[in-house]
T-cell receptor, first 114, second 115 residues
Framework: KAGVTQTPRYLIKTRGQQVTLSCSPISGHRSVSWYQQTPGQGLQFLFEYFSETQRNKGNFPGRFSGRQFSNSRSEMNVSTLELGDSALYLC?????????????FGQGTRLTVV | AQTVTQSQPEMSVQEAETVTLSCTYDTSESDYYLFWYKQPPSRQMILVIRQEAYKQQNATENRFSVNFQKAAKSFSLKISDSQLGDAAMYFCACSSGGGADGLTFGKGTHLIIQP
């Protein structure tokens, strides 16, 4: 069974540009969550999607958005990139939302903004 | 909202010995879950162990066990018979309120295994 797949693995963007990251969950998993990991702030919850609906969102500006497709694949978009958006973006999938089902993480996308 | 604190940025242990990683948390919810995740250099977060707050019995998974002290809001991870493959960043995390705010992670502890 394939794990959570995140593409691309590495990305370099220029300040002011926008970027789209992709996450393919484990087959059968319908919930996808996104996290940002930086040395300074650590791991922070971005948002969670279930059945193509955003279930909740962390404390991030509106430049951060996402969506989920009918096959449960998810994308997150960051517009007007800032240097501080440089981070490892992790995606996690689970069968359903909630802490009582195990979340499986991908290997992340390393975004560098220059 | 919840907070998670890991006070040990780095720990070192000899191979085959036992090490304990500390974690304290705070939440106003009565129903919550606690987790320890491992992040090796490959960057992929791997669930090590999970504890439901309503369970008094400490969770165990092979060489990994927790000491869950609910009143003290403490959730430490004990790794027995440490192996070289245990070297990684370890993150303590909490989820409450039905998971509405996702997982809240601590800053992590870098575990070094000395051969």
């Amino acid at each position: 069974k394939a794990g959570v797949t995140q593409t691309p693995r590495y990305l370099i963007k220029t300040r002011g540009q926008q970027v789209t990251l992709s996450c393919s969950p484990i087959s059968g998993h319908r919930s996808v969550s996104w996290y940002q990991q930086t040395p300074g702030q650590g791991l922070q919850f971005l948002f969670e999607y279930f059945s193509e609906t955003q279930r909740n969102k962390g404390n991030f500006p509106g430049r951060f958005s996402g969506r989920q497709f009918s096959n449960s694949r998810s994308e997150m978009n960051v517009s007007t990139l800032e240097l501080g958006d440089s981070a490892l973006y992790l995606c996690a999938s689970s069968l359903i939302p909630g802490p009582n089902t195990e979340a499986f993480f991908g290997q992340g996308t390393r975004l560098t903004v220059v | 909202a919840q907070t998670v604190t890991q006070s040990q940025p780095e720990m070192s242990v000899q191979e085959a010995e036992t090490v304990t990683l500390s974690c304290t948390y705070d939440t106003s919810e009565s129903d919550y879950y606690l987790f320890w995740y491992k992040q090796p250099p490959s960057r992929q977060m791997i669930l090590v162990i999970r504890q439901e707050a309503y369970k008094q019995q400490n969770a165990t998974e092979n060489r990994f066990s927790v000491n869950f002290q609910k009143a003290a809001k403490s959730f430490s991870l004990k790794i027995s018979d440490s192996q070289l493959g245990d070297a990684a960043m370890y993150f303590c995390a909490c989820s409450s309120g039905g998971g509405a705010d996702g997982l809240t992670f601590g800053k992590g502890t870098h575990l070094i295994i000395q051969p």
